[in-house]
C-alpha cells in the first residue's frame, strides 16, 4: 500500500552515526576546496563559485568513496548540467516547463554518461534564475569544478587512509 511506504523501513535511530574524526575532516575539507574556489576567483576577478558547490562538497569530503563522488562524476555532471540549463533557457526561454525539461534532461544525461553528480542537477535551476550569458560553462562551473576536485585530490589523499578517486 502506498501509505506504508511513506513509513519508510528502518527508523532514523538506526542510522550509524559517523566518527566524530570523520566528521571534523568532511567539515574541513569543505571549508578548505570553498575557500580556495572562492579566494581563486577573488584574485582573478571571476566568480568561481556555485550553490550547488556546497552540497559537492558534502559528498567529495564527507562521502568521498560514493560513485556520485568521483573527479569524474563532479566536473563532468557539473558541465553537462549548467550546459543543459542554458540549452533549454535559449531555446525556450525562462519558462516553468522549460526549467523541467532541463532538470530531467540533465539527470536523464548524467546517467546515460554515467557521471551522476545529485548537486549537478540544481545547476539548470541556477541558470534559469540567474539567467547568465554563455560563459557560466567555463566560469564558474567547469573552473571550479575543477577546482573544487583538485582540492578534493591533495586533501583526500592526505587525510585518509584509502584512495582518492575510487576511478576516473
Known sequence: MFLNKLKGETSAA???????KNVALAWLGGCLA??????????LSLQLVLGSFGASCVLVFGFPD?????????????????????????LFGPTWWALALAVGTAIACMMLTRTVHPPAGSNPVIVFLTQPA????????????LLLVLVALVYNNLARPSAYPKYW
Do not use: Y
Open 134 to 145: 554563455w560563459g557560466f560553462l567555463w566560469f564558474p562551473t567547469l573552473t571550479g569544478a
Open 14 to 20: 538506526s542510522v550509524p552515526k559517523p566518527p566524530l
Open 34 to 43: 570553498i575557500a580556495v574556489v572562492a579566494k581563486v576567483g577573488d584574485g
Open 66 to 90: 560514493l560513485p556520485f563522488s568521483q573527479p569524474r562524476n563532479v566536473v563532468v555532471g557539473h558541465f553537462i548540467s549548467s550546459l543543459i540549463g542554458l540549452c533549454f533557457l535559449a
